[in-house]
Nanobody
């Protein structure tokens, strides 16, 4: 069964930092591109950042120079280091990845989401 499990969310004051993790289940053969998305109340889900298999990254303008995305292919895990957090970063953060399962259909999968709340 393919699973992406996020962790690391929580409540932090503005200016603080959090590190999110997204770990893939062992039933996965390999992972292609990965990314983080977020959805604030009343808003559409938006791209935060993506990373290719080779480590190439792309960031939304709103998080550039504050967030750092990385991945460990051996551990099938992706990380999002979030610094200088702002109240407008408050959202549920979702992990997304293109997965080649050992059994099952390849395609994009989503994690269950982790809440990030930044207080002013």
């Amino acid at each position: 069964q393919v699973q992406l499990v996020e962790s690391g969310g929580g409540l932090v004051q503005a200016g603080g930092s959090l590190r999110l993790s997204c770990a893939a289940s062992r039933s996965i053969s390999s992972i292609r591109d990965m990314g983080w998305y977020r959805q604030a109340p009343g808003k559409q889900r938006e791209l935060v950042a993506t990373v290719t298999t080779g480590g190439g990254t792309n960031y939304a303008d709103s998080v550039k120079d504050r967030f750092i995305l990385s991945r460990d292919n051996a551990k099938k895990t992706m990380y999002l280091q979030m610094n200088s957090l702002k109240p407008e970063d408050t959202a549920v953060y979702y992990c997304n990845a293109f997965i080649f399962p050992r059994d099952g259909r390849q395609g994009y999968y989503w994690g269950q989401g982790t809440q990030v709340t930044v207080s002013s």
